[in-house]
T-cell receptor, first 111, second 116 residues
């Protein structure tokens, strides 16, 4: 199982772009980098997923370098409602294998 | 998108009683579901992997006789906490994998269990 490492916490002011890095040195060939957001007392919510290079959707961008040993989640112009814990996971292809959640990154958006 | 529900969303029970938590995939079939436990200010900890029609696979340290898992259909998995004790109080979350598609787990909203 690929282990992921993220900063435990980050602070950002409203309106700023936030970049959260994730290290996954032992990522497997068939693993997809997947980011989830979790609010208190709620289940994780899917944000974005990618295999390599750059992926963008309506809420975030994901940058994965060629060696795939790290990735960066980019949240443009954060708001107070983006205060949450963000988890980076290496999900095996097909999704049927178990995964290990790391500590996640607690993002605090400041007014 | 794929939706996973859990019932109940919260439950309070007396010590020694059993509690059943349901996890349903509402608009897709899930051959595999996962059960997690999350204590306050901690990350999700995988408890077991539930496969439809077969026995669940438990993680090390998780008592299979205490946390009974039944995955009787492609849309329903249940977790029963037997003889619950205060230390079992936690937030229980399930996730489901969309059969044959993609690389994503869809998570339920979680169930808050409080054992008095």
């Amino acid at each position: 199982l690929a282990k992921t490492t993220q900063p435990i916490s980050m602070d950002s002011y409203e309106g700023q772009e936030v970049n959260i890095t994730c290290s996954h040195n032992n990522i497997a060939t068939n693993d997809y980098i997947t980011w989830y957001q979790q609010f208190p007392s709620q289940g994780p919510r899917f944000i974005i997923q990618g295999y390599k290079t750059k992926v963008t959707n309506e809420v975030a961008s994901l940058f994965i370098p060629a060696d795939r040993k790290s990735s960066t989640l980019s949240l443009p112009r954060v708001s107070l409602s983006d205060t949450a814990v963000y988890y980076c996971l290496a999900l095996p292809s097909g999704g049927y294998q178990k995964v290990t959640f790391g500590t996640g990154t607690k993002l605090q958006v400041i007014p | 998108g794929a939706v996973v529900s859990q019932h109940p969303s919260w439950v309070i029970c007396k010590s020694g009683t059993s509690v059943k938590i349901e996890c349903r995939s509402l608009d897709f079939q899930a051959t595999t579901m996962f059960w997690y436990r999350q204590f306050p200010k901690q990350s999700l900890m995988l408890m077991a992997t539930s496969n439809e029609g077969s026995k669940a696979t438990y993680e090390q340290g998780v008592e299979k006789d205490k946390f009974l898992i039944n995955h009787a259909s492609l849309t329903l998995s249940t977790l029963t906490v037997t003889s619950a004790h205060p230390e079992d109080s936690s937030f229980y979350i399930c996730s489901a994998v969309l059969a044959g598609v993609g690389h994503e787990q869809f998570f339920g909203p979680g169930t808050r269990l409080t054992v008095l």
